[in-house]
C-alpha cells in the first residue's frame, strides 16, 4: 500500500474530525469491499455449515439444515506481534484478536504507521457484542483480560 502523508496540523483548534481509515469482518468475505461486491450481487451470506470446520460434524449431523453466517480466519493470532503469550492468546475471546488485528489493518489503510498515530490526535470506536466466548472455557488466569469489554475497547 502507497504510503499516504498526513501533515500536522497548523491550528489544531479549528479541525474537524474525519475518517481516514477502515476496517471490516464480515461473513463470506474479508473486508467492507467484499461485503459490497456480496451485496451488489445479491449473494446471501448465510450459508450451511461449511464441511471442512470438522469440529462441527456432530452439530450438523444433528441439524442438517442449520446454516450461519461464518467468519473466516478467526483462528490466525500472531500473538508475539501483540505482546501476548499463546496462553494468554487462547483465552482471549476471537472478537478482541480480530479487533486488535483490526485496528492495525485500520491504521495500514490509512497508510499510518504505528508510529505516526502514537504522536497524533486519534480515535479509535469500536463494538463488540455477546461475551460468550468464556463460557467455553475452563477458568483460567487470562480470562478476566481476555473477556471483558473494557479491555477489548482499551487494547485496541
Known amino acids: 500500500m502507497p504510503f499516504i502523508a498526513v501533515p500536522k496540523p497548523r491550528d489544531s483548534d479549528n479541525m474537524n474530525p474525519c475518517l481516514v481509515g477502515?476496517?471490516?469482518?464480515?461473513?463470506?468475505?474479508?473486508d467492507a469491499h467484499d461485503m459490497a461486491e456480496n451485496i451488489f450481487l445479491n449473494r446471501d451470506n448465510i450459508v450451511p455449515l461449511p464441511i471442512d470446520k470438522h469440529y462441527?460434524?456432530?452439530?450438523?449431523?444433528?441439524?442438517p439444515d442449520v446454516k450461519a453466517a461464518?467468519?473466516?480466519g478467526i483462528e490466525f493470532f500472531d500473538d508475539q506481534y501483540f505482546g501476548t503469550g499463546e496462553s494468554?492468546?487462547?483465552?482471549?475471546?476471537?472478537?478482541?484478536?480480530?479487533?486488535?488485528q483490526g485496528?492495525?489493518?485500520a491504521l495500514e489503510n490509512a497508510g499510518i504507521t504505528i508510529e505516526m498515530a502514537s504522536?497524533?490526535?486519534v480515535a479509535v470506536y469500536t463494538a463488540a457484542w455477546?461475551?460468550?466466548y468464556k463460557d467455553l472455557l475452563p477458568p483460567d488466569q487470562y480470562m478476566a483480560t481476555g473477556?471483558?469489554?473494557s479491555v477489548m475497547c482499551g487494547s485496541s
Open 70 to 72: 461464518l467468519l473466516n
Open 119 to 121: 504522536e497524533a490526535r
Open 130 to 132: 455477546c461475551y460468550d
Open 22 to 30: 477502515s476496517w471490516a469482518k464480515i461473513p463470506n468475505g474479508e
Open 103 to 105: 485496528v492495525i489493518q
Open 147 to 149: 473477556n471483558s469489554a
Open 56 to 63: 462441527l460434524t456432530d452439530f450438523r449431523e444433528k441439524h
Open 88 to 100: 494468554e492468546a487462547i483465552c482471549m475471546d476471537p472478537q478482541q484478536r480480530m479487533l486488535m
